[in-house]
């Protein structure tokens, strides 16, 4: 079973950038979809982006433009580049790992709080 553990988050100003990371155990990385979620407080973990096993992404229209995910199957990572952040984007973030339909596990979560 594929476990995740993400990295990367903290303290930014608005405009500001941070890197999130994912890494995932498992010997068939390659095979998952791997996401990005996020939660505020508050509200419902919500999509950021997701990656499929081939690489296609998709994004959420609040994060377009400035949010990049992509992954690394060598390495059994997922990343999520995040420029121009705002304090909306002030959140825990989650990775996933999907196969299918079928989510097969979840990270711990990172925290990012944008803030001046």
């Known amino acids: 079973q594929v476990q995740l553990v993400e990295s990367g988050g903290g303290l930014v100003q608005p405009g500001g950038s941070l890197k999130l990371s994912c890494a995932a155990s498992?010997?068939?990385?390659?095979?998952?979809?791997m996401g990005w979620y996020r939660q505020a407080p508050g509200k419902q973990r919500e999509l950021v982006a997701d990656?499929?096993?081939?690489?296609?992404?998709n994004y959420a229209d609040s994060v377009k433009g400035r949010f990049t995910i992509s992954r690394d199957n060598r390495k059994n990572m997922v990343y999520l580049q995040m420029n121009s952040l705002k304090p909306e984007d002030t959140a825990v973030y989650y990775c996933?790992?999907?196969?299918?339909?079928?989510?097969?596990?979840w990270g711990q979560g990172t925290q990012v709080t944008v803030s001046s």
């Open positions: 990656i499929t096993s081939r690489g296609n992404t």
């Open positions: 996933n790992a999907a196969l299918g339909s079928r989510v097969e596990a």
């Open positions: 498992g010997s068939i990385f390659s095979l998952y979809a």
